[in-house]
């Protein structure tokens, strides 16, 4: 994917804790240089940041608010202008609340699509438009979740930002090619929501078809695999211990 003799380089966003921190390590084991983006978690994205250089020299953090247009458009020329320049982006950070028809509100709305859609559009162009200069290969790898497939009437506006995401996945994949791929990840329940108990979180993880939660580790060793396979494009892996055949009538949280 790199130009030769180019180390490659991926930008994971709210990559310093969770699911992020899992995709930058196993992406750094690869032999991926990682850009840690965080927005408000400085020390751990430092702390992933550090132990990812443990496997791939030169690592580094970037801050940026994803709902601000302007620093997401800002968020690719500082990974370029320290790191010289970047193949890929993992579209991982997300904001998750809870809302539903009864409580919606264009605000609840506009804050999910921002930094879920919104900024995930953005930064795969600017990687497209960072490429196509260097005549060289990229790839976009942006996160959804098995909700799309196991519809329930919790979190509203967030549900709605990832099935935005999901046809910005197919479009951008078109529109971006030949130079850059796009494609996704779908998860199923991989760590505790806000909303869960470590008690809730372990009752939940049976609501699947394996009987266990969708390992962090798998769908981090899935990213590498969406990453580093030229004739992936365009399409998604559910990644999620088939949590989406197991029809639920309320959000996981909930269970
Ligand atoms: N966890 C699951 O079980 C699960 C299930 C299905 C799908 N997914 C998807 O997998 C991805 C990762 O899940 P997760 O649970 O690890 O995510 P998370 O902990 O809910 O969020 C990851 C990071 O996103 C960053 N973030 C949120 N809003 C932001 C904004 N406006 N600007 C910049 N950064 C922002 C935060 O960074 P800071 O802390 O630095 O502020 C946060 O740490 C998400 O896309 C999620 O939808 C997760």
């Not at 804050?111 to 290969?137: C, D, F, T, W, Y």
Request: proline content about 3%; overall charge neutral.
């Amino acid at each position: 994917m790199a130009q030769k003799n180019v180390q490659k380089t991926v930008l994971i966003t709210g990559g310093a804790k969770r699911l992020g921190r899992e995709i930058a390590l196993a992406l750094a084991q690869a032999g991926w240089r990682v850009a840690v983006h965080y927005r408000l978690s400085e020390q751990d994205a430092m702390e992933t940041a550090n132990a990812c250089s443990k496997h791939t020299i030169g690592s580094m953090c970037f801050k940026a608010n994803l709902n601000d247009e302007d620093e997401t458009l800002g968020l690719i020329p500082s990974v370029i202008a320290a790191m010289g320049h970047v193949d890929a982006v993992v579209n991982n950070a997300s904001t998750f609340e809870l809302d539903a028809a009864k409580d919606f509100s264009y605000e609840k709305l506009t804050k999910h699509m921002l930094g879920n859609v919104g900024a995930p559009v953005i930064l795969a162009n600017a990687l497209h438009e960072h490429v196509q200069a260097r005549s060289a290969q990229g790839a976009v790898l942006n996160l959804l979740d098995q909700k799309l497939w196991n519809v329930n009437p919790d979190f509203l506006s967030y549900s709605l930002s990832k099935a935005a995401l999901q046809m910005a996945t197919q479009m951008l994949a078109q529109s971006l090619a030949p130079c850059v791929r796009v494609c996704a990840i779908a998860p199923g329940l991989s760590f505790p929501s806000y909303l869960q108990s470590a008690e809730d979180f372990e009752r939940a993880a049976k609501y699947s078809l394996t009987g266990q939660i969708s390992n962090p580790r798998d769908i981090a060793k899935a990213a590498v695999f969406m990453l580093e396979n030229a004739s992936v494009a365009g399409a998604t892996l559910l990644v999620d211990a088939g949590q989406h055949l197991t029809a639920m009538q309320r959000d996981v949280s909930f269970l």
